[in-house]
């Protein structure tokens, strides 16, 4: 084994989005930790204790927690990867853009809706998690759509659904709400390297995403993955 990476997964996401990671990874031990077990401003409570510094990967909004931990516990991360990442709304227009927008828009202005809407989402997931693939992935480009015809990610969506839109629903609520305040202010906190790996055809962080977060560290890489989208890339990332 190469050693230990620790994971922040996505939102709506769980646990399970470290298998996408971990597939493509073999020589690593990707242990993904429990974000919706504690608030947002709390994540340092989901690290394991008796470890030391380590490799975090934050795939999409998860890439805020971990940019969260480098800042909060610099001592407790050597390097950060994000993958997919979602960037501080506030680096740029990126809003109009995302796939996301009505759901980020709900969470800024009309939070009532918001917690009705994922109300309804798991309820669908319950019954049809299926139409719920379907609905989410209903513009998806060529890459994912490969994804999707894999019964193991089929099963990681429908663990993370069942984890955001129920059991855990306001935990995923409270990060919804985290993410679309102003949190740029952790970036220049961050002092350990950084690598971002992003598709170009990202639908949900649009690559400007992963431009504006590598101006923000020096020395930050940049690995863009030609065709992939949010999810794709998070199977094709190689530490």
């Not at 930790?33 to 947002?40: I, V």
């Not at 995923?172 to 002092?191: E, F, I, N």
């Not at 990202?202 to 020395?219: H, I, K, N, R, V």
């Amino acid at each position: 084994m190469a050693g230990s990476v620790l994971f922040c997964h996505g939102m709506p996401g769980s646990a399970a989005d470290a298998r996408l990671l971990a597939a493509g990874n073999p020589e690593w031990r990707v242990v993904p930790l429990a974000l919706l077990d504690h608030a947002p401003g709390d994540v340092v409570k989901a690290l394991p204790g008796g470890h030391g510094p380590a490799h975090v990967v934050g795939f999409s909004i998860g890439a805020m927690a971990a940019m969260r931990l480098a800042a909060q516990v610099p001592e407790r991360v050597e390097r950060l990867t994000l993958v997919s990442a979602a960037a501080p709304l506030s680096l740029g227009d990126f809003l109009p853009h995302m796939a996301g927008k009505p759901v980020f828009e709900m969470a800024m202005r009309r939070p009532r809706a918001l917690a009705a809407m994922t109300w309804g989402q798991g309820a669908l997931g319950r019954v049809a998690p299926g139409a719920m693939i379907k609905a989410l992935f209903a513009q998806a480009g060529e890459m994912e759509r490969t994804l999707l015809a894999d019964p193991e990610f089929r099963a990681v969506l429908t663990a993370g659904f069942s984890e955001s839109f129920g059991a855990k629903r306001a935990a995923y609520l409270d990060y919804l709400r985290a993410y679309v305040s102003d949190w740029a202010g952790l970036l220049a906190q961050v002092r350990c390297p950084v690598d971002l790996w992003h598709g170009s055809k990202d639908t949900w962080s649009p690559l400007a995403m992963a431009t504006a977060l590598q101006a923000q560290f020096e020395g930050a890489s940049l690995t863009m993955v030609d065709g992939a989208e949010h999810y794709s890339t998070l199977a094709r990332v190689r530490l």
